[in-house]
């Protein structure tokens, strides 16, 4: 089972530090759906990034007024340093995070001691796509208008696990479990 090759990764004698999935895109991609789901299948703890912007960057995004890099540092800061915790305790963990530049990614894994210890997962996907699922949510800070802002600052990824984000939730984990089993193995 998939599952069971991440969680039970042997490293010598001792359990290999936690394994981290970052799941990554822009507003509407479905990164918290995907996420949430591939933590249950995984058996890991999920976590959503948003959860941790601070109140005047909510506030900004409300108002329509994308975040600065300068917005974003604390936030992925403290992220890496969470990051960090789970590895150091053997939490396996699910983060639903945008993650959209390189340099933020780099921050989010500054604290790493093991390549195979923090895995990004891209959810790929066309503008149209993400406009019409953010035009269809409700209760989000994130409103259909910010999405040209991402688009616009969005650096595609090398070294993460794309998945087409077109696909149905169930598949994309799917597809997504399959993919890590496979670099972990």
């Known amino acids: 089972m998939p599952a069971q090759n ?14 981290v999935i970052i799941v990554m895109g822009v507003a509407g991609s479905g990164k918290t759906a ?12 999920f976590v959503d990034a948003d959860d941790f912007h601070s109140p ?9 007024e994308p975040l600065t890099d300068a917005d974003r540092a604390p936030w992925l800061t403290h992220l890496a340093n969470l990051i960090a915790e789970w590895i150091n305790s053997n939490r396996h963990t699910v983060l639903a995070c945008s993650a959209l530049k390189q340099s933020y990614r780099n921050i989010l894994q500054q604290h790493k001691t093991k390549s195979e210890a923090i895995q990004f997962v891209y959810l790929k996907g066309s503008y149209d796509l993400f406009l019409n699922r953010l035009q269809s949510r409700a209760g989000h800070y994130m409103k259909a208008d910010m999405l040209k802002s991402q688009f616009a600052i969005l650096e595609e990824p090398n070294s ?17 479990i399959a993919a890590i089993s496979n670099k972990t193995t």
């Open 6 to 19: 991440l969680e039970n990764k042997q490293d010598g004698n001792r359990q290999a530090s936690a394994v």
């Open 34 to 45: 995907i996420g949430k789901l591939l933590s249950e299948r995984l058996h890991f703890q």
């Open 56 to 64: 005047i960057s909510i506030e900004k995004m409300k108002s329509g």
């Open 160 to 176: 993460a696990i794309v998945i087409d984000a077109s696909l149905a939730v169930e598949e994309v984990v799917a597809k997504t």
